[in-house]
């Protein structure tokens, strides 16, 4: 689960973590009331940012450094509303429907830190770059050498002796080491009490009062975790979503949406990859991952069917089951019965393999229904590539 930079921000503050002072907006006139009251604290500088579930921010026009009431109130005109496209957007964009309004910083360093899982070591590991304000992704590929790492093990947790390691590493002055590593263990309790898988402060700013503060922050949880968060699973906002994805949500089904025009339907997140991966050697271009789970019911298919639906650019439908857990027949009669209650009109390629696989085929031959199966995952996937291209 995603959150804003200011709700992130939020959580940080629990931890005694720095980051500048700053208000939510939802309307122009809340920005307003924010503005004025920073400026009035004596701030030189307030810093209007478009609230959205992408980086990037900065360059599409989403953030704009104010030096007057006005001229704050002018950049929030501006972009709440706005449809802002970054890289991570793709080239619809999205609508800007909150804003931080926030103090601005007098910036004498920007530097980077992190942390994230590391499923190599199953450790969560400590990341620290000079290079702050810049795509992490960016700095990994060109100049690795720049990011420092320390591994944390998991029964004793971040140690003192680590972040001072990375403070040193970062070339701060020895007067903050004291308070970097104290940053940083704010950083690691936060990380870990609130189940984060991920949390970046990019940019980690040293100001030129000596100073250190998180300028920027993403963090993202563990879904399956939430359960112990109520607060901060009430923190989701949908509408940063895609509706299909929320759509699945609710019925218990892992779903991303792409790009492509092939839906699939696979029981298993390994079999799922393998399935967008052949149907990317066959030539065509997978629609979705959608995981039914290896419970599924038929209420779940049907959802599932549902949702392949919703998206315009589905051409053909591929289900590739191995039954396990999910008896073949039990998912084949789900088929069926899904296939005639939604009157799907497109085709239906499937791959059947596993416990009662035979039961199954019979049930989808029987069903009156022109359902293509293929006898291997290549065959089925070929089929799918032509259908979705307007072939037999």
């Keep these: 689960m995603k959150i804003h930079e200011y709700q992130a921000k939020d959580v940080l503050r629990r931890y005694g973590v720095p980051v500048p002072d700053g208000e939510m907006a939802t309307t122009l006139e809340e920005a307003d009331t924010a503005a004025k009251a920073l400026f009035g604290k004596g701030n030189v500088a307030v810093v209007v940012k478009a609230q959205i579930h ?15 009431i006005e001229a704050a109130n002018d950049a929030a005109k501006a972009i709440l509303g706005m449809q802002l496209v970054t890289h991570q957007t793709g080239p619809a964009g999205q609508k800007v429907q909150r804003l931080l309004i926030e103090a601005g910083s007098a910036i004498e360093r920007e530097l980077y830190l992190g942390l994230v899982l590391d499923r190599a070591t199953s450790k969560v590991v400590f990341m620290a770059s000079q290079s702050g304000g810049m795509e992490i992704e960016q700095v990994a590929h060109e100049t690795p050498e720049l990011i420092y790492k320390e591994t944390i093990e998991p029964a004793v947790g971040l140690q003192p002796y680590q972040a001072r390691q990375l403070a040193f590493k970062l070339g701060l002055d020895a007067k903050q080491i004291n308070s ?9 309790k936060a990380y870990v009490e609130s189940d984060a898988t991920l949390m970046e402060i990019n940019p980690f700013i040293t100001t030129k009062d000596g100073g250190l503060m998180a300028l920027d922050c993403k963090i993202n949880f563990d879904d399956n975790a939430m359960f112990r968060h109520k607060d901060l699973k009430e923190l989701r906002d949908l509408a940063e979503e895609d509706p299909l994805e929320v759509e699945a949500s609710k019925s218990n089904l892992n779903y991303i949406k792409l790009d492509g025009s092939i839906a699939c339907m696979v029981n298993g997140a390994g079999l799922a990859m393998a399935t967008m991966d052949i149907i990317e050697y066959a030539g065509g271009k997978a629609a979705n991952f959608l995981d039914v789970g290896g419970g599924a019911n038929q209420e779940q298919i049907e959802s599932a069917f549902a949702i392949l639906l919703s998206d315009p650019n589905v051409k053909a439908i591929f289900i590739n089951i191995f039954g396990g857990i999910l008896r073949v027949d039990v998912l084949a009669t789900a088929v069926v019965a899904a296939a005639k209650k939604l009157n799907v009109k497109l085709p239906i390629i499937l791959r059947l393999e596993g416990t009662n696989v035979e039961e199954g085929r019979k049930i989808l031959k029987e069903s009156g229904l022109k359902f293509e199966v293929g006898a291997t995952m290549k065959e089925a996937a070929d089929l799918a590539v032509a259908a979705a291209k307007g072939g037999k």
């Design 54 to 68: 992408a980086g990037g921010r900065g360059k599409g026009g989403g953030v704009k450094v104010t030096k007057s």
């Design 180 to 188: 970097a590593v104290a940053f940083m263990m704010g950083l690691y």
